[in-house]
């Protein structure tokens, strides 16, 4: 799928250029690239229009559906989770109980962020923001 088609299936949307196609699990917009056909699109419009990848592709309008280049932002994941809290989108009602919970499954436990999720009943993300946010 190059540009030209993708934003074929793009209407523009209080001013983000909206994905109309499929989306992924979390909700991102998806596509056939390179014979995957569950690739990112928002990285995929990010290499097709500055010719790399970086570790995240992040949105400065905070609209995970929107494949615009202008709002197309690279960076690490600390950039994402700084995003995320500077934007008041962070998970709430972090308790520290959850974060000594977590940072012993993670450091004492060698656990991976998955292995938490499971055994906290919770989701990766939030797994991961708690770890990025408050334990580092």
């Given at each position: 799928m190059n540009l030209e088609k993708i934003f074929s299936r793009c209407l523009r949307i209080d001013g983000c250029l909206e994905w109309q196609g499929a989306l992924n699990t979390d909700g991102y917009p998806r596509g056939l690239m390179n014979g995957n056909n569950n690739a990112k699109l928002h990285r995929e419009v990010f290499f097709l229009i500055?010719?790399?990848?970086?570790?995240?592709?992040?949105?400065?309008?905070?609209?995970?559906?929107?494949?615009?280049?202008g709002h197309l932002l690279g960076g690490d994941p600390l950039d994402n989770v700084k995003d995320r809290h500077e934007r008041n989108r962070t998970f709430k009602q972090v308790n520290q109980r959850e974060i000594w919970l977590i940072e012993d499954m993670r450091y004492n436990g060698q656990m991976t962020y998955n292995e938490i999720a499971k055994a906290m009943n919770m989701t990766y993300k939030r797994v991961e923001y708690i770890i990025n946010t408050y334990i580092k």
């Open positions: 500055y010719g790399y990848y970086p570790p995240v592709v992040r949105h400065s309008c905070d609209n995970i559906k929107c494949l615009d280049p």
